[in-house]
């Protein structure tokens, strides 16, 4: 990691650190979540849910929460080019790729803590005690997730300048992403046109990946899952990359 990486890479971690609000703020759609759908269907028999409903989404809600805070951390970049920060970045005699890397692995790092504070609440909540070597698998993947939908979000806001109309394109392709996911139903029993539309979701493989690690099973192979939302974060990185050396301030 070069100094400029590392550099922009800790300003987006002090920020995240510093913003109290932001940090609590961002517990409350899972834990709503968690709680309400949890405790409300449990009493259901879900047929794939295995080990009750409550504990089958808590990787999902887990994986909805990285999601969901790496997506929408490319709206520093909206917020970068209005402030002009963005521009003096820019003209420094560093490379774009390093400052796309450090916003990236910014973006990455806040969604992989609030991802592991929800982690703790819903371990606590659905009283579930993975091993070492689950909590390693899970943590692989939450990193993916961060670090692909990291990428996705500053490609977006590389060819945006207003932050409104970023939240309502980023709202318009992450709810479909989630939704269709797996992270609440089991695609075991999912309609067969559902099941399909739900393997062209890299957020699935993300999902069934910490699902493994979590509860021990998954719907679909974990080393499938790995390689398919790797390469999707690969691709990510690359796109992401390409639209933020096009950007101009």
């Not at 790496?70 to 917020?79: C, H, K, L, M």
């Not at 560093?94 to 790729?97: E, G, K, V």
């Not at 980023?170 to 939704?179: E, G, R, T």
């Given at each position: 990691m070069s100094s400029a990486t590392y550099?922009?890479?800790?300003?987006?971690?002090?920020?995240?650190i510093r913003s109290k609000s932001r940090i609590f703020g961002s517990l409350g759609q899972p834990l709503f979540f968690l709680v309400v759908l949890g405790f409300g269907l449990s009493s259901l028999n879900i047929p794939g849910a295995t080990g009750g409903y409550l504990k089958f989404i808590i990787p999902g809600i887990i994986a909805m929460t990285v999601l969901?805070?790496?997506?929408?951390?490319?709206?520093?970049?909206?917020?970068?080019?209005?402030?002009?920060?963005l521009k003096e970045t820019l003209v420094a005699p560093?490379?774009?790729?390093s400052i796309m890397l450090g916003?990236?692995?910014g973006g990455a790092t806040t969604a992989l803590?609030?991802?592991?504070?929800?982690m703790i609440l819903a371990f606590v909540i659905g009283g579930i005690f993975p091993s070492a070597m689950g909590l390693i698998i899970a943590l692989v993947f939450m990193v993916l997730i961060g670090l692909a939908f990291t990428s996705l979000g500053i490609a977006i806001a590389s060819k945006m300048e207003d932050m409104q109309g970023f939240q309502l394109i980023?709202?318009?392709?992450?709810?479909?992403?989630?939704?269709l996911s797996g992270a609440l139903f089991p695609l075991t029993d999912a309609p067969k046109a559902?099941?399909?539309?739900?393997y062209f979701d890299p957020m699935t493989y993300g999902v069934e990946g910490?699902?493994?690690?979590?509860?021990?099973?998954?719907?679909?192979?974990?080393?499938?899952?790995?390689?398919?939302l790797g390469g999707f974060a690969a691709l990510m990185i690359l796109i992401g990359s390409i639209l933020f050396k096009k950007i101009k301030v």
């Open positions: 550099t922009i890479w800790l300003r987006n971690l002090k920020r995240y969901f805070t790496s997506i929408f951390s490319g709206i520093q970049i909206i917020w970068d080019k209005q402030f002009g920060f560093i490379s774009r790729l916003q990236t692995f803590i609030q991802g592991l504070l929800i980023m709202n318009f392709v992450i709810f479909p992403i989630f939704l559902l099941k399909i539309i739900t910490m699902r493994y690690g979590i509860l021990g099973s998954s719907s679909i192979n974990p080393l499938i899952c790995f390689l398919v």
